[in-house]
């Protein structure tokens, strides 16, 4: 090759790794901090009262400093472990970490020191991925006394050249998750291509092994491997490209679940993240539904020719995973996913943290029409922060008419909404909520076309990223001729269940404070609400 040509392909390998590789905004760090091991855990003494403006009050969310990604979600002695990317250094990506926090409940989280720190002898970024507890102690990683909780992650080394290649590796715990020992003969799994990352590894009973999902991110691809011991991994499958491929594919979950509750009838659910080319625009989640003949994964749906089959139809929804080890007789699939976008990640307006994760969701499958699709609920744990309950049935919303709530005691910035709605006559109809001067967040449903809205674009403050501001659409039928709405509102998010969690929208916004208003209201005719119910939610912060 020419000279010319050869700096010709290696800009244009430069630019494509900037723009897809890396996922949007994230190639520019970690300009800006410095790797100081004496400030690894200064979390836990920072001065924060959970109170500063857009805190969201019931989702998990670091004291201070970045987030990104859930890792290693799994379930051990009475409390859920969140362990999740981390900036120790500051509030943009960057010397990634696993952060770590434990709940009784999912919900009430005590913050612990970061679990695996960012390897600085060797340049390692700790990327996401899972954790198992290793009850037999097949990796020989126990010392006798409680079993090991393994985590096993992607570590992103970063070369004296600049260049980065990734491979899988895992760090041990013998003391419950409070202290891990990154395995001596790291990396465990290689493989020939610079992007293979977020390995989620469970114990599949069927296979009476362990089976690993991994992607490679742009070759749209996730592989499959088996192990005995957690350390020697055996190539099975791969699976892609298929569905949306419209960016990089990245942190992949394959989990069973019943269809429809019957345990005679189990699918297998593929789930694997896009980033950008999603339903609402940048990073998001689809998923497939299949079989695992326990070297393969075959899909059923999205069938040939039908389109992508979403999680969340929200902007801000991705890279979420599921529980290991949930103890049989609780017998749920939970999950929370990282609630912001690669396109703007970085920029959101909060200080002096920045992200958090969703509510927790049990999953589901449930044959809608004839399609098995995943269905996904808001936990029962959330109940018990409602207070203040109001409701009302039977209200009547004219056509081309506003019905401010707050003389019901209906308002606030961090509530629970149930609300079986009946479009009567209406054309168009819906509600508003985090309402103030100049602001709203606006929920619709177009009757006639049968698709439901999620406006920001007045939300509040928008104007930090062009990929901010937006409106999202699902398509949503009516159940018996009513719209099921189950809504979650904090302090910066909304979380929309429709017709008990066969469709979701999550998106961040960040309204004033004051914006507390809740507006019902109808067009071309009136709607009834046939019940609606209100419940503020309690901070899980100030009860701790
Ligand atoms: C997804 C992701 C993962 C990667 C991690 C790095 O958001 O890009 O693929 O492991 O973030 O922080």
Redesign the pocket.
Same mark, same amino acid.
């Given at each position: 090759m020419k000279p010319v040509s050869i700096i010709f392909v290696i800009s244009v390998a430069f630019i494509f790794n900037f723009l897809f590789l890396n996922?949007c905004d =994230?190639a520019d760090e970690p300009a800006g901090y410095e790797f100081r091991s004496d400030l690894i855990n200064q979390h836990l003494e920072a001065d924060v009262d959970y109170r500063e403006r857009y805190r969201p009050q019931y989702h998990f969310t670091p004291r201070i400093h970045w987030m990104? !990604?859930p890792n290693g979600l799994v379930y051990f002695n009475g409390e859920y472990h969140l362990f999740y990317?981390y900036n120790p250094f500051g509030s943009r990506?960057g010397y990634?970490s696993w952060g770590h926090a434990v709940s009784p409940d999912m919900l009430h989280w005590e913050h612990r020191p970061v679990a695996i720190p960012y390897g600085k002898e060797q340049e390692e970024?700790i990327?996401?991925?899972s954790a198992v507890v290793d009850h037999e102690n097949t990796s020989g990683f126990g010392d006798g006394s409680i079993p090991p909780l393994v985590a096993v992650y992607?570590s992103?080394y970063t070369r004296n050249d600049g260049s980065t290649w990734q491979a899988q590796s895992l760090a041990y715990s013998t003391d419950g998750g409070t202290t891990f020992t990154k395995y001596d003969g790291n990396p465990v799994l290689e493989f020939d291509d610079p992007d293979f =990352? !977020?390995p989620n590894v469970s114990w599949i009973d069927e296979m009476g092994r362990w089976l690993m999902v991994v %992607?490679l991110?742009t070759q749209h691809k996730v592989q499959f491997y088996a192990s005995d011991n957690l350390i020697d991994w055996e190539f099975l499958s791969d699976f892609g490209p298929a569905g949306a491929t419209g960016g990089?594919w990245?942190?992949p979950d394959l989990f069973k679940l019943p269809v429809n509750g019957d345990p005679d009838n189990q699918k297998w659910v593929l789930h694997v !993240?896009l980033?950008p080319g999603s339903v609402a625009g940048g990073?998001g989640s689809q998923y497939f539904v299949g079989e695992w003949t326990g070297s393969h994964f075959i899909p059923e749906s999205p069938a040939e020719g039908e389109g992508p089959l979403w999680v969340d139809y929200g902007t801000d929804f991705? %890279?979420a995973i599921t529980w290991n080890n949930i103890p049989e007789e609780d017998g749920r699939r939970l999950w929370v996913g990282?609630s912001n976008n690669?396109s703007y990640a970085n920029v959101i307006p909060t200080d002096p943290w920045r992200s958090m994760q969703s509510i927790p969701r049990s999953l589901h499958l449930e044959n809608i029409g004839g399609e098995v699709r995943l269905v996904q609920r808001p936990v029962q744990e959330l109940q018990t922060l409602r207070r203040n309950h109001v409701q009302l049935s039977g209200l009547t919303i004219p056509g081309e008419s506003r019905l401010a709530m707050d003389e019901h005691g209906i308002s606030g910035a961090a509530y629970e909404l149930l609300l079986v709605l009946d479009p009567a006559d209406a054309e168009t109809f819906g509600f508003k909520v985090r309402t103030g001067e100049n602001e709203e967040t606006v929920i619709t449903y177009d009757n006639e076309n049968e698709i439901l809205k999620l406006d920001r674009t007045r939300s509040g403050e928008t104007g930090f990223s062009e990929h901010f501001p937006g409106s999202y659409e699902a398509p949503v039928s009516l159940e018996d001729g009513k719209l099921r709405l189950h809504l979650y509102v904090d302090w910066s998010s909304v979380e929309l269940f429709v017709n008990d969690g066969k469709t979701v929208l999550t998106t961040r916004i960040f309204p004033d404070p004051e914006s507390t208003g809740i507006v019902l209201y109808s067009k071309g005719g009136e709607a009834v609400v046939d019940q609606l119910d209100f419940w503020e939610l309690a901070s899980v912060w100030e009860q701790q």
């Open positions: 996922g =994230r990104n !990604d990317q990506w990634m970024g990327f996401s991925g992607t992103h =990352r !977020d %992607a991110p990089i990245e942190c !993240d980033n990073s991705y %890279a990282w690669w």
